[in-house]
């Protein structure tokens, strides 16, 4: 059971239905300022697979990250560049409303590779939403510091769930789990 399972937070889920939002999720070099997108899942409300793809990256692939994601050199070596994979994205994501397991990581890293390659972000970030966070206030536990809810990594949410999809990691598969993550929100009895 939730500490919470705020009520507000329930209702806010319920208007963001409205939207027919969908769901990302990706794979990084790492968590600098130079880092790049490796991979890319989106998904629908219900967990159907929209957009999946490695991308191959202008910088190396460091080993502390392929241990996290286990995605090496040799898979990317014959995937998209960040362009070609950005034609086939962006229209899916424009106009839509994006919701993302820790949406303020994913949204920079996604404008920091765009960025990268020359490119002018063209999405609104107010079309981005941050499960991490509404879970967060839903399961209403109070952070250390006292100061606002505590995060919880995805697949512990999950677990706390009891939403029986694995967390390889791997981009389409840790956006299956934000978005079932958010339809648990969504259908919990306020």
């Known amino acids: 059971m939730y500490p919470l399972a705020n009520p507000k937070v329930i209702q806010r889920a319920r208007q963001i239905l409205a939207y027919e939002p969908i769901f990302i999720d990706t794979e990084t070099t790492g968590f600098s300022p130079q880092d790049v997108v490796i991979e890319v899942g989106v998904v629908d409300l219900h967990g159907a697979t929209l957009y999946e793809t490695l991308i191959k990256p202008s910088i190396p692939i460091p ?109 389409i598969d840790d956006a299956k789990l934000t978005a079932a993550l958010f339809n648990h929100i969504d259908n919990y009895p306020a």
């Open 63 to 171: 080993e502390d990250a392929i241990a996290i994601h286990g995605i090496r050199e040799e898979m990317v070596a014959e995937s998209p560049e960040w362009e070609e994979a950005w034609d086939e994205l962006q229209p899916l994501l424009a106009g839509r409303y994006i919701g993302a397991y820790n949406a303020d990581f994913d949204l920079r890293l996604l404008k920091q590779v765009h960025s990268r390659h020359g490119l002018v972000w063209p999405l609104d970030d107010r079309q981005f939403f941050c499960v991490m966070k509404l879970y967060a206030a839903f399961y209403g536990q109070i952070s250390p510091r006292g100061n606002s809810y505590r995060f919880h990594k995805l697949e512990a949410a999950g677990a706390a769930c009891g939403i029986p999809l694995p967390n390889s990691h791997r981009a």
